[in-house]
């Protein structure tokens, strides 16, 4: 038993003497190991709140550029609709001036066919006369004359 004792008051003399002489180095190295953790978390706090203002900035943006984005396609949608009411106004308009200038050309064309009609029919009348009037000149055209030749003298009265 003695000389467990001395084991033991051996280690606590040991135990004593490192701790007298290692006390600053180990408690400077555990408060710079503490300073370093504390300024880790002090720097992890600091990129978290960053990460969660950029987060914050982030979405902000997104939903800018959504409604920026629905802006867009309802001006897009807007401006088709209106491109294809216009397109569909010309459209109109110019069928409509074709349709009238094709009534005009059926118009003229109708009038032409008329007046070549008149004009025929005017010249078929003209020989028609003719022959019938040479024709009745030939048969009556003496007699005729005798006629006219007696009565000139009462006309001249």
């Excluded at 000389?3 to 003497?17: K, T």
């Excluded at 400077?28 to 990460?51: C, M, N, P, V």
């Excluded at 902000?60 to 397109?87: G, P, R, S």
């Excluded at 005017?122 to 055209?141: F, K, P, Q, S, V």
């Amino acid at each position: 038993m003695n000389a467990e004792i001395w084991v033991m008051f051996s280690a606590l003399l040991v135990g004593a003497v490192i701790w007298a002489k290692g006390k600053k180095p180990l408690l400077a190295a555990l408060d710079s190991r503490t300073a370093r953790i504390k300024a880790d978390l002090e720097e992890a706090e600091r990129l978290k709140k960053e990460a969660e203002q950029l987060l914050a900035d982030y979405k902000k943006k997104h939903a800018d550029a959504v409604e920026t984005a629905k802006k867009i396609i309802e001006n897009a949608e807007e401006t088709v609709t209106l491109m294809q009411k216009k397109a569909e106004q010309t459209l109109a308009d110019s069928l409509k001036r074709h349709e009238a200038m094709l009534l005009e050309r059926i118009s003229r064309a109708e009038e032409s066919a008329v007046q070549d009609l008149r004009h025929q029919a005017a010249d078929i009348a003209a020989a028609a006369a003719e022959h019938m009037l040479t024709g009745a000149m030939r048969a009556h055209g003496p007699k005729l004359v005798d006629a006219a030749i007696k009565d000139l003298p009462q006309k001249m009265n």
